[in-house]
């Protein structure tokens, strides 16, 4: 897949994109995006909380780095649009496909989110990609919501 189809030249801070901080930030940067794709940059820091004996990210959270990658282009899309993202929750995938155990120490992985749905409700899938070195290291199809009431939609999954 190619998802530098469409650059933007520069972008806003990462903390200034997306809601996430402190140890739970796991990208560095968004390199590309466009109206239906963005790339981000992630690296395995050998320091991180989730670091391995070896220094290394293990695979299973390249989940999270696609879910982030995917709130930063639904909010930059509404940062161009003169608003802010409306909160969302990650549903899952079905297809999470890691070709590695662990992404290596020090590893500055690309990561690529394509939309590939998106409802007047709120529901989206996205087609993700992670390589390193143009080496893909994990793929998914990652759906998510953004309900247009999101305290309402919290407070029903939470009394269900």
Known sequence: MNFTDKHDT???AIES????????LLLDAVTSCGDETLTARAT??????YA????????????ELMAQSIAAHVS????????????????GTRSYQAHVSAFPRGARLAIGVREVLR??????????TIEHDGVRYADAVIKVFQPHDFQTFIEGSVSA
Do not use: K, N, Q
Request: charged share 20%; glycine share 14%.
């Open 76 to 91: 930059l899309i509404a940062m161009r649009a003169g608003g802010t993202a409306r909160p969302g929750v990650l549903l």
């Open 119 to 128: 409802s007047e409700e709120g529901h989206g899938a996205y087609e993700c």
């Open 52 to 63: 391995d004996e070896h220094g290394a990210m293990p695979a299973w959270i390249g989940i």
């Open 17 to 24: 994109i997306i809601p996430h901080r402190g140890t739970m």
């Open 10 to 12: 520069a972008f806003p």
């Open 44 to 49: 395995a820091r050998p320091d991180a909380w």
